[in-house]
């Protein structure tokens, strides 16, 4: 199934504060770092992403006086949950899992790096139209099919799934290689959006 010309591994936040212990850590997170391991060794291109937050990112409940983590705030791009402190640029929480195998990733992706917006989707901005370059990095290598694995499913992995098949891309989400924080019903309304848009569900097994 996987064809190395134009295949592409895409690893979503496998970070320290994603996983247990961390500051956010996604319920039972650490279980996809040995699958993404083994997926790892099947893939002859992979790319990484990190979240990689100021301090006082507007995103982080601290940052607004009253305010806890999961309240949702609306501001100049839309609505925006308000998470605890994580991913701070430099911090070991920010720092990819110990046991993630990242030798020979070609690119790792940084982002959520401009204080006043976040930064969910690998592609763009939440604002939809601030690009992180990734669209053009990926057409002029000549990639055409990228398969999405990591942390959080209803969260970053969606909305980097959902922008990736808007720019053209044929995207699956290996679910097993995956993990959600299923806030209010987000992990449902993730598989909707992403179904609706053309992403396709597998599982790992099936590379």
Partial sequence: ??????????????????????????????????????????????????????????????????????????????????????????????????????????????????????????FFENDKTTATGLSGYLRTRNFSRLFMVGLATDFCVAYSAIDACSEGFTVFLVEDACRAIDFNGSLQQAFDEMDATGVQRIESASL
């Fill in 1 to 122: 199934m996987i064809d190395h010309s134009t295949d592409c591994l895409l690893v979503i936040d496998v970070q320290n504060d994603f996983c247990v212990g961390g500051a956010l850590a996604v319920p039972d997170g650490d279980a996809v770092v040995g699958v993404i391991n083994q997926l790892h060794g099947k893939f002859q291109h992979r790319l990484l992403t990190q979240d990689w937050h100021p301090a006082e990112h507007q995103s982080f409940a601290s940052s607004h006086k009253g305010k806890s983590p999961m309240e949702v705030i609306e501001v100049d791009y839309g609505s925006q949950v308000l998470w605890p402190d994580h991913c701070v640029q430099g911090s070991a929480g920010a720092a990819f899992h110990p046991q993630l195998n990242t030798i020979g990733a070609e690119l790792v992706l940084r982002k959520g790096f401009r204080a006043a917006i976040d930064s969910y989707s690998a």
